[in-house]
Each structure stands twice: as C-alpha cells, then as structure tokens.
C-alpha cells in the first residue's frame, strides 16, 4: 500500500484504501512540480492539419477528453494561469490542436479538441476526429496523453471508443477525473474501483490516476509532480530543476 494523505472535501474525507490507485508524491516531488510549473507559459499556436504543426524537438503531454470534460480548466490550473488556455461556455468551441511551451525549451503541453460534441455537424465531428487521431498516432514526441474524464459521468460510450484507439495504437495514457467537487465523496471510491476494474482491459492504460477539480484545486499540486517527475526521466536536470 502507498502511503496515503487522505483528500480532504469539504469536511469529509476519502478513505485511505483507494491510495494505491491514485498518485502519492512526496513533498520533494510537490516542490518539484510547483517550482517546473512557476515558469512563463506561452501559447505558442493553434492548428487544424498536421502540415502546420510546430517541430517535434520538445515532449509534449496532449490533454484529450470529450468537450467540456475540462481540458482548457486543467491546463490554466496548473500553469498557475487564470487564461492561458480558453475557456468557452459553448462546448464544441476548440476546434483545432492548441500548443503551450512552458518555460524555455522544456515542454509543451497541447489541448486537443473536444471528441464527439453532439450539437457539432458530423462532417466537423469527423473532421476533429480524423486530426485528434492523426496527432495522437504520429506525433514522435508525444510522451502521454492525459485522458480526462467527468466523475459525474464516468466512462462514458465516447470515452471508451476513445480509449480502445489509444490502446489499439499503444498510445499511453492516464486517467485524469475532473470536476471532482461536483460529485459526493462516498462515491468517489466506487468510482475509482469501477474505472480501475474497466482500465485493467487497457494495457496502454497507467495504472495510476488522478482526482482533480480546477474550480477547487483539488489534486493540481500532485498533477504538477506527476508531470514534473515524469519528465525527469526525458529531459536534463536543468529543464527539471
């Protein structure tokens, strides 16, 4: 069993039996992923075809996710940024692959459109399918994708088409829950154990995953160390530190 901090929610608390699923960071690595995080964050572009993208000399970490699921949210919390990444009210609004160079390069991170936007035509819902699916399968310095799903919703019929994809291409990723705040806390350990039983089928799946609300802030710090100590192991010590 990881050591586990309990997650505290308002005044409940999630117990502690779920802490092997999720990701335990130590407070060196906490201060890691706070210090990473601290650098200016730049929209660098944002592109609709593959012919324009930016070159593949830094890793990037794609955030993927149905529309609205909170990808943009995510992105402005842990870049310590209140816009950095737009956020629309109207869901279907990210319509091509946006690019975030944090600090100088070290990383880019890239919020992909939304998948299956029901109120989208189904040429564009084609077409955005077509270019997350080409970026996903193609791009060689693409490290993971953090696939963010709803805790309202769980793994919906969307999420797991996309998910058999990934798996199906051995493309990595992780589980990253949203909203979290949005839902009870006597149902978060059913969710976790409902997600992990599904993940299990997914060998491209990791096996760890994270809580996250970016309205609370729930679970940012210990998303930034995840990243932050991940990429320990692809870039130099001074990218990191």
């Not at 309990?6 to 890691?32: A, C, W």
């Not at 601290?38 to 970490?61: H, K």
């Not at 909170?70 to 091509?96: D, E, H, V």
């Not at 399968?137 to 999420?159: A, E, H, P």
């Amino acid at each position: 069993m990881v050591n586990y901090e309990p997650i505290k929610q308002g005044k409940k608390i999630i117990e502690d039996d779920i802490s092997s699923l999720l990701f335990q960071p130590s407070k060196t690595e906490i201060n890691l992923g706070k210090k990473f995080f601290s650098r200016e964050v730049t929209f660098i572009c944002g592109m609709q075809n593959l012919e324009s993208l930016p070159n593949e000399s830094l890793p990037e970490i794609a955030f993927a996710g149905r529309s609205n699921v909170g990808k943009s949210s995510l992105i402005n919390s842990i870049t310590n940024r209140k816009n950095i990444a737009r956020i629309s009210q109207n869901p279907g609004r990210t319509q091509q692959i946006n690019f975030f160079d944090v600090g100088t390069d070290n990383l880019r991170l890239v919020d992909l459109p939304g998948f299956g936007y029901a109120k989208s035509s189904k040429k564009s819902i084609r077409e955005w399918t077509k270019l997350i699916y080409s970026y996903l399968s193609t791009r060689v310095n693409l490290k993971r994708v953090l696939f963010l799903l709803d805790s309202r919703r769980g793994i919906t019929q969307i999420d797991r088409k996309n998910m058999n994809f990934l798996n199906d291409n051995a493309i990595s990723y992780q589980i990253i829950l949203t909203k979290i705040d949005k839902i009870k806390s006597s149902q978060i350990k059913k969710l976790l154990f409902e997600i992990n039983r599904d993940c299990s089928k997914y060998p491209a799946a990791h096996p760890v995953m994270h809580l996250t609300s970016s309205y609370k802030k729930i679970g940012i710090e210990k998303l930034q160390a995840d990243i932050a100590t991940f990429l320990s192991y692809n870039l130099p010590n001074d990218k990191i530190e």
